[in-house]
């Protein structure tokens, strides 16, 4: 875009998505230039690690998703592309969630590919619903639902539709049956519905954020997700002002917008010296990538706005939360 050599990921690498191709974990991490100062104020592009192990990656030198001469400049120009989330379809076609920012307006949006590297973008995910009615809407962080098949996290559907969490600040759903236009769930007055809110006294007092893709399970729907920390009477005094933690949500299996549980504190917090520094020293673990190999659940996660880390779930050999402060 600037016609000149850019050094993409001199600043920071964070907020990873996950998947498995071809027997290695692939993380696609959000990077940004030194092209300003300040969170927001870089260009982010999107770049891909391959592993074998789940902890020791080999980047590629190039980003597989940025900002172009193409349709979507005005969206994506000179922000970039942003906080991806990765999923799959049983026939191999990834499918990324990802935010476009302009500096203007933050909008969720969508690009597929067949091989994590070449990626056709389809624009903001809203902007054929409803008339257009939410294409101008501030909308981030899209978690679209999966099942464990034969070992495999791929997408799955509820009565026949794919369905996706959304949302920065308050969570909310949608639906699609191409994957690429999603129509967000809304009421009698096609007014958007909040599935799961803020709330007064806990971690996620001043912001709720979709994480990773959510997961079908025995028991219902995973959603893990973001909760931030309030900065006034409403925060949780055992947790930093602004810090983000990570929650869980279990919501019904049939009708995915009730909620059946909650945890109240958060089984992931930051604790480590490189989750507390950084771009946001308020302490950050922002989870985006979940995926499952070798029978484990890994879980990626962006450090402080500045670094990549994982954490691994093995359902054999169970370990406790992150402790209460």
Not at 274 to 296: C, P
Request: charged fraction near 25%; aromatic fraction near 12%.
């Amino acid at each position: 875009m600037r016609k000149a050599t850019v050094a993409w990921e001199a600043n920071d690498t964070f907020n990873p998505a996950a998947t498995v191709r071809n027997g290695k974990i692939c993380v696609l991490y959000r990077s940004e230039d030194r092209s300003g100062v300040g969170i927001g104020e870089r260009t982010s592009r999107i770049g891909i690690a391959e592993s074998t192990d789940g902890i020791h990656f080999k980047r590629s030198g190039k980003p597989v998703l940025f900002p172009a001469e193409d349709a979507q400049k005005e969206n994506e120009w000179p922000g970039g592309c942003e906080d991806p989330r990765v999923t799959v379809t049983k026939d191999g076609t990834y499918v990324m969630m990802y935010t476009q920012w302009n500096r203007k307006i933050a909008r969720l949006a969508v690009a597929t590919s067949k091989d994590l590297t070449h990626w056709l973008k389809s624009g903001p995910a809203f902007q054929r619903a409803f008339g257009g009615k939410f294409a101008g809407t501030w909308s981030k962080s899209g978690s679209v639902l999966t099942e464990l098949d034969h070992g495999h996290l791929v997408m799955a559907k509820v009565h026949g539709h794919y369905w996706m969490y959304w949302g920065e600040g308050t969570i909310y759903g949608a639906t699609s049956d191409n994957l690429t236009d999603w129509t967000p769930f809304v009421d009698d007055r096609r007014e958007l519905v909040p599935i799961v809110k803020t709330r007064k006294g806990y971690f996620d007092s001043d912001l709720a954020e979709c994480g990773p893709p959510a997961v079908k399970t025995d028991r219902g729907i995973l959603l893990l997700y973001n909760g931030k920390n309030a900065s006034n009477d409403s925060r949780d005094p055992r947790y930093p002002s602004a810090a983000y933690c990570a929650g869980q949500v279990l919501f019904d299996a049939e009708r995915p917008e009730v909620i059946k549980e909650r945890l109240d504190t958060p089984f992931l917090r930051p604790m480590a010296p490189f989750e507390k520094s950084g771009q946001y020293r308020s302490g950050t673990v922002f989870i985006e990538g979940l995926t499952y190999f070798h029978a484990k659940w890994w879980l990626y996660y962006g450090c402080a706005d500045s670094r990549v880390a994982v954490a691994e779930f093995d359902p054999r050999k169970p370990t406790p939360p992150d402790p209460m402060p």
